[in-house]
């Protein structure tokens, strides 16, 4: 399978092709600010050669210049009501992950990038169904 590619932003890599109004959703949810202002620094990946990734597999394709601390990756899970994408940890725990609703996307990944909190703040956090909706 070909390497993601390297980019300096967070990668958010479609790996479910079900419904592509929930990705147009996602990608406006992505790029709409938060109430105080802020947005995620992400690239989007939307390739079929993708598709049904897992987070161990996007692990392995990760190019070796890639040195954000965290993959995000929209799978069928996160193509239902709230877009609760999954956000793969490269560094810490690499590999452990967390559901975030889209909206809240931009606290891990400025958070993370700008070395503000560690990944577990968010893991620990996540409400009884296992999704990070904000602190």
């Not at 070909?2 to 079900?18: G, H, I, M, N, Y």
């Not at 889209?102 to 009884?128: K, P, R, Y």
Request: charge should be negative; aromatic fraction near 8%.
């Amino acid at each position: 399978m070909k390497q993601l590619p390297c980019t300096l932003e967070a990668l958010v890599v479609r790996t479910d092709f079900s419904a592509d109004g929930a990705w147009d959703a996602l990608r406006a949810a992505l790029y709409s600010p938060s109430k105080d202002g802020f947005l995620a620094n992400v690239a989007l990946v939307d390739d079929r050669k993708y598709e049904d990734l897992t987070p161990d597999q996007a692990i392995d394709l990760i190019h070796p210049s890639y040195r954000h601390p965290l993959l995000v990756l929209a799978d069928s899970t996160a193509a239902t009501a709230e877009l609760p994408l999954l956000v793969v940890d490269l560094r810490g725990d690499r590999g452990c992950c967390v559901r975030v609703v889209a909206a809240e996307l931009w606290s891990i990944e400025n958070n993370l990038s700008g070395a503000n909190m560690d990944f577990e703040e968010f893991a620990v956090a996540v409400d009884d169904d296992g999704v990070f909706r904000g602190f």
